[in-house]
């Protein structure tokens, strides 16, 4: 009985993160596979024209007053996140001068 204890809990801890967001490094686009390190040409022609464009700016958390301010990098500043519908999730492509540093898979 003990033996099927790791498979049972591995399973659980799966199924826990199923409906998650979830950020990759990689995203399989029909035969073909989308890499953090590719350009923004290869996401253009991979995933089409994005649904929506944002430029990332630095995070302030806290009061108006900026009593507090999370630190974010100089290149998370300069990113550009192109969003994707995508077979009933959000797929949010982030790009730092032409290149891709994250993917990240949200259910809506």
Not at 42 to 48: E, H, Q, R
Not at 66 to 78: I, N, Q, T
């Amino acid at each position: 009985m003990h033996r099927y204890l790791p498979a049972g809990l591995l399973a659980c801890v799966l199924l826990a993160g199923a409906g998650a967001a979830s950020a990759s490094d990689s995203l399989r686009v029909g035969s073909r596979v989308l890499v953090v390190g590719d350009s923004a040409a290869t996401v253009a022609d991979l995933l089409g024209k994005p649904s929506h464009k944002s430029h990332r700016s630095a995070a302030r958390s806290g009061s108006r007053r900026g009593k507090h301010v999370r630190v974010v990098s100089r290149d998370a500043e300069r990113g550009e996140q192109w969003q994707y519908r995508r077979d009933g999730r959000v797929v949010v492509v982030t790009l730092v001068d032409g290149r891709v540093s994250d993917i990240d898979e949200r259910s809506r």
